[in-house]
């Protein structure tokens, strides 16, 4: 397969071009722009701390297309000519780099939700809590935000359709979990949610942790009755349309 940058593809393989240029084109743009921001969405888990070096992976589903980080590859190099796409079963349908070892969680994930975007990560406090317990107690409200209290999936290697089917089973009725030994999964209908997501997960876990570790002291925890509130009172949250 020649390098590719998005919407440059083969006119035969239904992502850029065909038979109508104009619409071609409008799916090569969407392409280009999904692809500067899952690298800006990469780059940023590094400068975050979410992530050392090439750890963790982001994808972003376009159409029927999803782009995926490369495996390996520091995030600081990706370029635009640097485009890993994939379809929902898995074959590349656009660039030359090897797309993350952990192509079948986030394909997993497209394949069972409405999801555009997955954010996978390393995070220290997030992976300190998945050691520890099998589901993050609900130490803040903001786990309303994630479907509820956050599950740990059971350890799988990783790359795994074991851990794929682990990580689905944590993600029922929810937005997020941790991996076991391993680290976190969220998604969302926007990379912007999906990231913020990862980044609230990471919060908490943090804040279970510093309070826990306060000796002969523990944390006061919230009910899920508690939680119920807070998920009906974020159907509001924001700013409302006009």
């Given amino acids: 397969m020649a390098d590719q940058r998005p919407g440059t593809q083969d006119p035969a393989d ?16 969407a392409l280009a722009r999904a692809w500067d921001e899952l690298v800006a969405a990469a780059r940023r888990t590094v400068a975050d701390g979410l992530v050392v070096g090439t750890s ?12 995926v980080t490369p495996s390996g590859v520091a995030y600081d190099r990706l370029t635009p000519q640097d485009a890993v796409g994939v379809d929902l079963e898995g074959r590349q349908v656009l660039g030359t780099l090897t797309p993350t070892s952990e192509l079948p969680m986030h394909l997993a994930v497209y394949r069972t939700t409405s999801a555009a975007a997955v954010v996978h990560t390393h995070a220290v406090h997030a992976t300190a809590v998945s050691t520890l317990v099998p589901e993050l107690p609900l130490v803040h409200y903001m786990s309303a935000a994630l479907g509820g209290p956050v599950r740990v999936a059971p350890y799988a290697l990783y790359g795994s359709d074991e851990l794929a ?15 076991q030994n391993h680290g976190t999964v969220t998604y969302g209908s926007t990379l912007e949610q999906a990231y913020d997501r990862t980044a609230q997960l990471e919060w908490m876990c943090r804040v ?33 349309k006009g």
């Fill in 14 to 29: 239904g992502t850029g071009g065909g038979a109508d240029p104009a619409a071609g084109a409008a799916a090569g743009e």
């Fill in 56 to 67: 963790g992976n982001v994808s972003v589903r376009v159409g029927d297309t999803v782009l």
């Fill in 165 to 179: 089917g682990n990580m689905l089973r944590a993600l029922e009725d929810r937005s997020g979990c941790l991996l």
């Fill in 208 to 240: 279970w942790l510093t309070a826990s570790a306060l000796p002969d002291r523990a944390p006061s925890l919230l009910t899920t009755e508690q939680l119920g509130a807070v998920q009906e009172k974020l159907r509001g949250y924001g700013q409302r």
